[in-house]
């Protein structure tokens, strides 16, 4: 499915989902964050997710700090190199596996009622990664 068709999908709810796993969530932020302005791109993952939830009748799962985190890491890596969605999965497989949040966040934060409702500050510092 083409970018475009993906993110159309996506916003009219025609995207089915079991195909908005994790992988799926990364890549609409990659797409958001190259089309728009940060936080234009966080308030449109913000609605994409949330509606995706409410289709399905899990408004409870959306969580604020994941959301923006996850985007800041997607920027993040994005402004450290070009390429497409492709280049930009191949390179960054660690936001794809594990729990990339676990160097910034202690599993209290971000588990807690506030994080899920409003963007919380990392409490630590955060994984070492070697200069480029």
Do not use: C
């Not at 999908?9 to 992988?23: I, Q, R, Y």
């Not at 791109?41 to 949330?50: E, G, H, P, Q, W």
């Not at 399905?56 to 390429?83: C, P, S, W």
């Not at 676990?102 to 009622?113: F, H, I, K, Q």
């Amino acid at each position: 499915m083409s970018d475009d068709d993906f993110l159309r999908a996506l916003e009219e709810g025609t995207l089915s989902p079991s195909a908005f796993d994790h992988a799926a969530h990364i890549r609409a932020g990659y797409l958001y964050l190259t089309r728009l302005a940060f936080t234009d791109a966080i308030d449109a993952m913000r609605r994409a997710v949330k509606g995706v939830a409410a289709r399905n009748g899990k408004d409870g799962l959306y969580h604020e700090t994941i959301t923006v985190a996850f985007m800041t890491l997607i920027n993040e890596r994005r402004a450290q190199g070009g390429g497409d969605w492709e280049d930009f999965r191949a390179t960054h497989g660690d936001l794809f596996t594990g729990n990339p949040l676990a160097g910034y966040y202690s599993r209290e934060r971000l588990e807690s009622p506030l994080a899920r409702r409003i963007f919380l500050l990392p409490d630590r510092v955060g994984p070492r990664r070697a200069a480029a």
